[in-house]
């Protein structure tokens, strides 16, 4: 089993930047394809980033291409998200995803972190 937390949400005003850091715990020994997911009040679950096993592939939801980062941390299994210029309507819980069993872009991973607030005033 892994575990998944991830950590770096808070309250923040729109323009400003936050970062986002994930490490799993347990059946660590494989590296997975990470991501991340976030889920607004009253809206479905949303693919946000995705980095490959190696950090050389990422890919971005349209509206936080050239906004946010994903990348790999040094150590294995964890994966980070900069946020630049947050917008309001980035506004929701982050989870921290591995391993997907479909597209990279589904929400089908077998592994989830419980998720952490964002939230940008206006």
């Known amino acids: 089993q892994v575990q998944l937390v991830e950590s770096g949400g808070g309250l923040v005003q729109a323009g400003d930047s936050l970062r986002l850091s994930c490490a799993a715990s347990?059946?660590?020994?494989?590296?997975?394809?990470m991501g991340w997911f976030r889920q607004a009040p009253g809206k479905d679950r949303e693919f946000v980033a995705y980095?490959?096993?190696?950090?050389?592939?990422?890919y971005y939801e349209d509206s936080v291409k050239g906004r946010f980062t994903i990348s790999r941390g040094n150590a294995k299994n964890t994966v980070d998200l900069q946020m630049h210029s947050l917008k309001p309507e980035d506004t929701a819980v982050y989870y921290c995803?591995?391993?997907?069993?479909?597209?990279?872009?589904?929400?089908?991973?077998?592994?989830w972190g419980q998720g952490t607030q964002v939230t940008v005033s206006s």
């Open positions: 980095v490959d096993v190696n950090g050389a592939y990422t």
């Open positions: 347990g059946r660590t020994f494989i590296t997975y394809p």
């Open positions: 995803v591995a391993r997907p069993r479909r597209n990279y872009d589904d929400p089908f991973y077998d592994y």
